[in-house]
């Protein structure tokens, strides 16, 4: 066992005595991105919940607020960045309206569609949001260089390319 071990080391190594005909070298990686995700999924909600926002609120909004000048999309944008169904997408926009975080404007472009924008209190939001959110993550990587975090993010980003497309 490496000289500073962690848990998922013991895993691994109690897997090795008991099925040693077995490669637990991907429980090695995967059990750590695992646990790792977990803690930022603690971050986020934190992060999120000191702004006063749920986590779909989040995604919704932060779309918005990358779309640049004048923050807004459409509908579909926001369900080809998001994910969701267009039913999900039109209760999530429904309930930012109610909370006065989006607004909905006629398309002057098309008059039979809306785009949807952020406001004032939304843009205030997800902006304080990701300040907290930056902090927090920067706090998870604080014991990797920066050099290390490069390394790390370019082979995270080698293995997940395969998912993303």
Known sequence: ??????EVDRI????VAQRPDLDFSPLGVLSRVDR????????????FRRSDLEPWEWDVLS?????GEPFQLSPKQLLQQTLVSSGTMTNRI???VGRRLVKRESDPGDGRS???????EGRTRVDAAIT?????????LSALSRPDRERLAALLRKLSIGFDG
């Not at 066992?1 to 962690?6: G, L, N, S, V």
């Open 1 to 6: 066992m490496p000289p500073e071990a962690d």
């Open 12 to 15: 691994v190594e109690a897997w």
């Open 36 to 47: 790792l995700s977990r803690h930022l999924d603690r971050a986020r909600r934190d992060a």
């Open 63 to 67: 779309a918005l607020r990358r779309a």
């Open 94 to 96: 429904d309930r930012l």
């Open 114 to 120: 809306v785009l949807v924008t952020i406001t004032e």
């Open 132 to 140: 907290r959110l930056v902090d927090a993550e920067a706090l998870l």
